[in-house]
């Protein structure tokens, strides 16, 4: 396994330069941050090693980030890639956790417990996802909108995706399982901090 942290990234909170500084200090596999038209600019630490700033003009969305992020860790020789939100709602000290699981998994999904401190209307809509899909695909899919995952890349770049927004994960969920790929599960913190 190569892999990558890929970071899409929209006006991030002022925890983000924190976020990387806790990344870094866990590990220092290569990470990709889509700057998806932020206002100021986003703005690396050039004392943080190993991290590719990819821009978008204007804002994009967050699938069309991803995507872009996921063409270019394929063509630059990564076979995996574990996506963490920029708002520091995903803990990186689960890094090697995602790293430990079998590689020949396409998709690792974070799974969060479904109650407070999530909003009502985050975790009615993420039940009511997850068990649409769960059922349309024939496969137990635990928590359908955590966007901290670990992606087998070769899948992802064989794939023709639609979505450009947040519906992109779940596109890629649908498509992924209705070819029969694997899919697993890690539990992982309920943070709403920063909301």
Request: include cysteine.
């Given at each position: 396994m190569i892999p990558s942290i890929i970071i899409p990234a929209y006006n991030p909170p002022v925890t983000f330069q924190t976020l990387l500084k806790n990344i870094r200090n866990i590990t220092s596999i290569p990470i990709i941050i889509i700057?998806?038209?932020?206002?100021?600019?986003?703005?690396?630490n050039q004392k943080y090693k190993h991290i590719k700033l990819l821009k978008n003009e204007i804002n994009a969305g967050k699938g069309f980030s991803l995507l872009k992020a996921f063409h270019y860790v394929y063509e630059h020789g990564y076979t995996h890639a574990i996506t963490i939100d920029a708002d520091s709602q995903?803990?990186?000290?689960?890094?090697?956790?995602?790293?430990?699981?079998?590689?020949?998994?396409?998709?690792?999904?974070?799974?969060?417990?479904?109650?407070?401190?999530?909003?009502?209307?985050r975790i009615l809509s993420n039940l009511i996802t997850s068990k649409i899909i769960s059922?349309?695909?024939?496969t137990a899919v635990l928590d359908s909108q955590c966007g901290y995952r670990r992606y087998r890349i070769q899948d992802i770049y064989m794939e023709k995706f639609e979505e450009d927004g947040f519906q992109f994960e779940t596109e890629i969920l649908?498509?992924?399982?209705?070819?029969?790929l694997k899919l697993s599960h890690i539990e992982i913190p309920t943070i709403y901090s920063y909301e």
């Open positions: 700057d998806d038209g932020s206002c100021p600019p986003v703005e690396i995903h803990d990186p000290a689960l890094i090697p956790k995602f790293i430990s699981i079998d590689e020949d998994i396409s998709i690792v999904c974070g799974k969060r417990v479904l109650k407070r401190p999530m909003p009502f209307h059922l349309v695909c024939s649908i498509k992924h399982l209705s070819k029969g």
